[in-house]
């Protein structure tokens, strides 16, 4: 019998706050799930367990129709770790397309600010509020042995165990449901091919402007802080009111930088969204885009134009938006040096952070690109023989809009 997977997504500083009471309620759900079952569970919760990094995409994605649950325990901290929301933003994304949307389960550990609001400003914390969650704020303080504490496990585990059973079934009606050998089943509300190419033409010059606004800004961001980095070295060398110089130039970077943090976490969002409109039938695009080509061969020459374009889009937000973990990293150390500083500080790396995750989109696109049958060389396709080789982001926008 092959086992069952479980996703337990937390953050090791919260973890050890905890007394390592997150992850042995990982292990206490997991033990209650088989014993529930009889079946064994592979439960993934330390990342050193599957080399976390890329390889923990390719064992999800590859392995999402034998996973049992995915749990993202929720905390202010996990919303706040780049790692988490990409873990959670990535198995949602995926899960929602292959139709097993019930087998997350948000845990609420602690309040999170804004999760409860009726429009959410974080794009993750929107993207949580579209499932059910489980409220543990209370029983994190009753005692291990207690029975209230038993009695929240073994809830829990219930419930995963009847969205498994549950899903088990509608997975067996739709086996019975396939059409026999040498039969075709249509689903005539499906958007087709040319319903997917024409939404995108609206969807991709949206990216592209986002895209162009978001690059001004993490530009200016960047010669406001080198220009601030220079006059604090001034300060340095002058041996004067150094404490007070420094303030100084702290308070003069808040005031520089609110209007272009604001604007990235804003633009950081919409472009979010815009992909989440657009990965769907992206997707659907490049998984079919052989079929199409089978069925009509002249399609070739404009599928291999779209990949292109794909290419271009995904290579602009890896250039334009790479740059923006660097800037992560060179924030938080300084986050904390005034009370000035601190909030704006806070907000850009929210943005930034937002926008980490979502070169990740554009990322598997180019690997379904990649393993597709459809090969385009030969067309000579994004090497210099056509308008679509290497166009600009602005380019890309009025060749999608045209």
């Avoid at 290419?311 to 602009?316: C, F, G, H």
Wanted: glycine share 6%; with cysteine.
């Amino acid at each position: 019998m092959l086992s069952q997977k479980g996703f337990w997504s937390y953050v090791h500083a919260d973890d050890e706050a905890e007394g390592e009471r997150i992850s042995r309620l990982a292990r206490d759900v997991a033990n209650q799930f088989e014993m529930l079952t009889g079946e064994p569970l592979e439960v993934f919760l330390d990342r050193d367990a599957i080399r976390w990094g890329e390889d923990w995409r390719d064992r999800i994605d590859s392995s999402l129709t034998s996973v049992a649950f995915f749990i993202p325990v929720m905390t202010p901290r996990y919303f706040m770790s780049s790692e988490c929301r990409r873990e959670f933003q990535f198995f949602a994304r995926r899960a929602v397309q292959l139709g097993i949307k019930d087998l997350i389960l948000p845990l609420l550990y602690v309040d999170v600010p804004g999760i409860q609001a009726e429009f959410p400003s974080d794009e993750i914390m929107l993207l949580v509020r579209s499932f059910q969650w489980e409220d543990w704020r209370e029983l994190r303080f009753a005692d291990l042995t207690s029975e209230g504490y038993r009695r929240g496990v073994a809830r829990l585990a219930a419930h995963l165990v009847e969205v498994n059973r549950r899903m088990e079934k509608a997975d067996m009606m739709v086996a019975v449901e396939q059409p026999k050998q040498g039969e075709s089943k249509i689903d005539e509300e499906a958007p087709g091919f040319l319903d997917h190419m024409a939404a995108l033409e609206e969807a991709l010059p949206k990216l592209a402007e986002v895209m162009n606004a978001i690059n001004g800004d993490i530009e200016a961001v960047g010669q406001i802080m080198q220009k601030a980095t220079a006059e604090l070295h001034h300060s340095n060398r002058s041996g004067k009111n150094l404490a007070a110089s420094r303030l100084l130039s702290a308070r003069k970077v808040a005031r520089r930088i609110t209007e272009p943090a604001e604007r990235i976490w804003v633009s950081a969002n919409a472009l979010v969204s815009h992909l989440h409109e657009a990965n769907l039938g992206i997707c659907a695009i490049i998984e079919h885009a052989a079929d199409e080509v089978d069925r009509n061969p002249e399609a070739k020459n404009e599928v291999c134009e779209f990949f292109n374009v794909i290419r271009v889009l995904s290579e602009n937000a890896n250039i334009g938006l790479g740059s923006a973990q660097g800037m992560i990293d060179a924030i938080r150390p300084i986050e904390g040096m005034s009370r000035d500083l601190r909030p704006i500080l806070r907000r850009l790396r929210q943005g930034l952070t937002i926008l980490v995750e979502a070169t990740e989109v554009s990322d598997e696109w180019i690997k379904l690109i990649e393993v597709s049958p459809v090969r385009c060389e030969d067309l000579n396709v994004g090497s210099g023989g056509n308008r679509l080789s290497n166009p600009s982001t602005a380019e890309l926008s009025a060749q999608s809009a045209g």
